[in-house]
Every structure is written in C-alpha cells, then in structure tokens.
C-alpha cells in the first residue's frame, strides 16, 4: 500500500496534454488543510500496515521566479510520519519543473527530486534512501512538456469549467511513459465550508486494458466558483481509497481563472 501510493503521487502526467498560456496576473498565496482517512471495503486490510486517518496541506504560492510552487504534505494523527509532495510549475506552460516525493514512514525514510532539462531532454533525478547510498541518475524525455500530479491538479483547476469530456494523455514516471485518460465526473453537491455547494470532479485513470501496469487513479472535486478550491481529492487503490477531504481555508489570494482552453492529447 506504502508504495503504490507512493507512485501514484509521484506520477508525472506528460504533455500529451497541451500547452498554453496560464494569466501571468493572477496572484496565488494559498493554503488549504484537510482531513483524511482510508476509505473502501478492503481498507481494514491497508490498515495492518498504514494508518486510516489524518491530515493534510495544501500550499500553492508564486515564487520571485514567477513559477507556481505547490506543495502537498500528508501526516498520520499521531506521531511525525509523513508523505510530502512538491512542484515547481512554469507558468507560461504549465509543465513541470521539479518534482519531489519523500516520506518518512516507521523506520523507513526516501526522497526523490527530479529536475527536468526540456532542451536537452533529460530528467535529472537524484535519490535517497533509508540505509543505502545516495543516487544520482539522468533518464531521457521527449522535449514537449512534462505534468507531475500537482501540475496536473493546477491544470485542471484553470480548465475546470471547460474541460468536458475524456482526453487520452500519458503519465510519465521513472522514465516510463503510463497511458491513461483525463475524464471528467460532471457537477454534484458537496458540504464545504460548514454550508453545501456545488462541486466539478475529474478522474485520471489507467486506459481500458491497460490497468495493470497503472493500477489505481487519482479524483478530485473543484468548487463551480471562482475560487476552483480542491475541496476533495482521492488517491484510488486497489485495497482502499486515501481520501482528503477539505477542512479549512487557511489563507488564500486570487484563484486561478480559466483561459483559452486547448484538451490534453492535441
């Protein structure tokens, strides 16, 4: 369970998903707190070796580069266990720039940050885990941009509003390219915020026979307001759904607003 929801947060979502222009003008300083908790029938069984409940953060921010950080933490209730995630997102492009995942977990600790170089087409990845010696690697790419989960939640985020109907892309990790398919779940309404409102959901989910080699998906519910805030975000598995639901609005600047929409996949 430990490392499949390590991979699936690791995930790098490539550019089959288009580029274009995110508004330079809007301002992000946010960050949202959750609560989570292992969902599904066979959760009892994840249970024996990780947690069932918890907490999470979300943070977004926009860097003196003028690159979008985000950054997502999950803890246990007890204790300092931890998964963490982290982008660095160009703007201009919404593709990734960095993207880090690490945990320290019992007596099991790694992390792993990868810097990708589009005009050399190569991700730089350098590793390091418990009891073993630190790992420096390079891993070719194609040259079109490349998405990490927390691009990609960024991303719909903007397009949630015209984002329609299911787009093939691709995700890429560890130097492996994953099909799969962006669909959107329609609207339905939610309790956010102490009142009930409408909510907009997307899934990414492996390609019809091609579950095996990218088991699980991930799903998320987006406010219908201009805010787009991620109330609700699920990590799917096989055993049990990991699923954050929206506790606060700690701080949060202008959301992002919605563009000249170009689909994923052309």
Do not use: C
């Not at 320290?104 to 350098?126: L, M």
């Not at 669909?183 to 579950?211: C, H, N, Q, W, Y």
């Amino acid at each position: 369970m430990k490392r499949r929801l390590a991979f699936l947060a690791a995930i790098v979502i490539a550019a089959s998903m288009a580029v274009h222009a995110a508004p330079k003008t809007v301002p992000l300083d946010e960050e949202l707190r959750y609560d989570w908790r292992l969902r599904g029938p066979l959760s009892w069984v994840a249970a024996i070796a990780f947690p069932t409940s918890g907490t999470g953060n979300l943070r977004t921010s926009v860097s003196p580069r003028d690159t979008v950080e985000t950054e997502l933490t999950i803890r246990a209730r007890k204790g300092s266990d931890f998964y963490r995630y982290e982008s660095e997102i160009e703007r201009e492009s919404i593709k990734t720039l960095m993207s880090y995942h690490g945990y320290a977990w019992g007596d099991k600790e790694k992390e792993e940050r990868t810097f990708f170089d589009y005009v050399k087409k190569v991700a730089r990845i350098f590793k390091r885990s418990y009891k073993k010696e630190d790992e420096t690697k390079e891993e070719a790419i194609p040259g079109r941009p490349l998405r990490d989960v927390l691009t990609g939640i960024y991303y719909l985020r903007i397009n949630s509003d015209a984002f329609t109907k299911p787009v093939n892309a691709e995700i890429y990790s560890d130097g492996t390219m994953y099909p799969v398919v962006f669909k959107p779940l329609g609207v339905k309404s939610m309790k956010f915020e102490g009142a009930k409102g409408t909510v907009r959901g997307f899934e990414i989910t492996a390609r019809p026979g091609d579950e095996k080699r990218w088991p699980g998906g991930v799903e998320v519910w987006f406010t219908t307001d201009e805010r787009k805030i991620p109330v609700q975000i699920s990590i799917n598995q096989t055993l049990a759904n990991l699923q954050l639901d929206l506790a606060s609005i700690e701080k949060t600047g202008s959301a992002p607003k919605p563009t000249a929409f170009v689909p994923p996949g052309r």
